[in-house]
Each structure stands twice: as C-alpha cells, then as structure tokens.
Nanobody, 112 residues
Framework: VQLQASGGGLVQAGGSLRLSCAASGGIFSRYFMGWYRQAPGKERELVAIISNLGDIDYVASVKGRFAISRDNAKNTVYLQMNDLKPADTAVYYC???????WGQGTLVTVSS
C-alpha cells in the first residue's frame, strides 16, 4: 500500500487543521489505519487509530481535540485537529497498523 499524507501547515495555538491520507494499492476498507507523529528529538508515537469496522481510539493527549475518520470510497483517512497546541508540532504520518510501509509525512507547526 502506498500512502501520502497532506494538509499540514503553520497554525497559531488554538487553531485547526485537517490532515488527509490517500492510500493506493490493496483493499483500503480492510485496513486498520493510524495517524502517527514525530516531534523533533522525540520518538514516533501513535496518535489515533480507526479499525476497518470504524472503532476508534486516541492517545490521551489528543482526546477531545482530534478526530479520526475514513472514507472508504475515496481510500482516504482524515485527522481533524482542533485546539492545536505547540506540543502538537510534529511530522504527521499515516500508516496501516500491520503493514510496514511508511509514506511521506506532513509537517504541522503550531506557534504560541
């Protein structure tokens, strides 16, 4: 599966961004999709997941602010990010949880 994340940018604290991740190859509707992020000097962390059945979970630091969703007809997974904080600054990646491929990420920078 090929993955391409987009939608990052520079935003002020309290602002919002919507990330998109387009997938090609394979059967997207069967995939467990996750959004990960890697901040400067830190390890990559799993931020949000959505199963093939639509079950969702988030890391505690983004609960109530981020929302993951998917559109199987468009082979796309989204991450709506609200009330952004400088600590959310990172490169964001999407990935199928059980396939080792990493696509290109998209940089999110939140200014204070």
């Amino acid at each position: 599966v090929q993955l391409q994340a987009s939608g990052g940018g520079l935003v002020q604290a309290g602002g919002s961004l919507r990330l998109s991740c387009a997938a090609s190859g394979g059967i997207f509707s069967r995939y467990f999709m996750g959004w990960y992020r890697q901040a400067p000097g830190k390890e990559r962390e799993l931020v949000a997941i959505i199963s093939n059945l639509g079950d969702i979970d988030y890391v505690a630091s983004v609960k109530g602010r981020f929302a993951i969703s998917r559109d199987n007809a468009k082979n796309t997974v989204y991450l709506q990010m609200n009330d952004l904080k400088p600590a959310d600054t990172a490169v964001y990646y999407c990935k199928e949880l059980f396939i080792p491929n990493w696509g290109q990420g998209t940089l999110v920078t939140v200014s204070s």
